[in-house]
């Protein structure tokens, strides 16, 4: 399975990016997806993630009402529609995928396959 991830880029504090992942794989509704960030010097964090069929959601509280996960299983693609962005969330974004189950996984290390990242970066 290979994921690539786009649609990061610049933009100022308050703006909005959209990234999106897809995933080279036919059976892409049997997969929980997630996206994590990274910024310069800390840990990888969960993002948000959503399971199979995009009926149940999970967002860090950091991004709750401005973020938004989403999937379209016959385009094997899945978004994070990124609203009010702020420069602390300047970080290169990646994507993931868990193979099986029902619900989201919020713990890296469930994820079978990553993208190769795209980076966000926020001005103040």
């Known amino acids: 399975v290979q994921l690539q991830a786009s649609g990061g880029g610049l933009v100022q504090a308050g703006g909005s990016l959209r990234l999106s992942c897809a995933a080279s794989?036919?059976?892409?509704?049997?997969?929980?997806m997630g996206w994590f960030r990274q910024a310069p010097g800390k840990e990888r964090e969960v993002v948000a993630a959503?399971?199979?069929?995009?009926?149940?959601?999970y967002y860090v509280d950091s991004v709750k009402g401005r973020f938004t996960i989403s999937r379209d299983n016959t385009e094997s693609t899945v978004y994070l529609q990124m609203n009010s962005l702020k420069p602390e969330e300047t970080a290169v974004y990646y994507c993931?995928?868990?193979?099986?189950?029902?619900?989201?996984?919020?713990?890296?290390?469930?994820?079978?396959?990553w993208g190769q990242g795209t980076l966000v970066t926020v001005s103040s």
């Open positions: 993931a995928a868990h193979y099986g189950g029902t619900y989201y996984y919020t713990d890296s290390r469930s994820y079978d396959y």
């Open positions: 794989v036919r059976t892409f509704s049997r997969y929980a």
């Open positions: 959503i399971n199979w069929n995009g009926g149940i959601t």
